[in-house]
């Protein structure tokens, strides 16, 4: 059961790796691309991501270029999506790291409730600040938007939906390693919480 929640969970990190980094979480259409030019002086943004947004030639700028000057300008639920986001990988990626020496070094905590319990614990909290910064991204874009570019215009593109398929992953990896904790201590071996 760890070894399945181990490979599910590297899968979630390799999803959310990618959303995370990848400016194509909204894609413009080409008339909203220059009414964002005309109305909000921003660049032509033809995608968008947490880390980037690319014109049409797919020609990006990170929000470090600049010294940082475009990331200073992007609004506070921006700011704040960008840090859950990161959160929730580094924990996953920590979770990731604990598992592998769990499932390839450990051979005396293999049926361990408290590693078990440990790595469910990393990847659920991981789990819940990557959810919170999707939860927020997509409210809140589909708000700015409906307000100024009218209803029925918005379309997220692939790396949002690799991070909600990344979150799905470590739920389903997070279930396991705590299933693998509750069998670790239902164990013949214990009872009482005392080995017998």
Not at 24 to 43: M, T
Not at 73 to 100: E, M, P
Not at 172 to 190: E, N, P
Request: proline fraction near 1%; glycine fraction near 8%; hydrophobic fraction near 45%.
């Amino acid at each position: 059961m760890v070894s399945i929640g181990y490979t599910l969970l590297a899968l979630a990190c390799t999803a959310c790796a990618l959303s995370f980094s990848a400016p194509f979480w909204l894609l413009y259409p080409e008339n909203v691309a220059r009414s964002i030019v005309d109305r909000l002086g921003f660049s032509r943004r033809y995608t968008e991501g947490l880390l980037a947004w690319c014109d049409k030639s797919m020609k990006c700028t990170w929000v470090w270029d600049n010294d940082f000057s475009d990331e200073r300008s992007l609004a506070d639920w921006q700011k704040a999506c960008q840090g859950l986001f990161a959160a929730g990988l580094l924990l996953l990626l920590i979770g990731w790291f604990i598992a592998t020496f769990h499932v390839c070094c450990c051979h005396c905590c293999k049926e361990s409730f408290s590693a078990s319990s440990a790595l469910g614990s990393l990847t659920l909290s991981g789990l819940v600040l990557v959810t919170a910064s999707l939860t927020v991204y997509g409210a809140y874009t589909t708000k700015d938007w409906e307000a100024g570019f009218g209803e029925g215009n918005i379309h997220y593109h692939w790396a949002f939906f690799a991070g909600i398929v990344g979150a799905a992953l470590a739920l389903v990896a997070c279930i396991l390693f705590f299933c693998d904790g509750c069998r670790s201590r239902s164990h013949s071996g214990y009872h009482m919480t005392r080995i017998v």
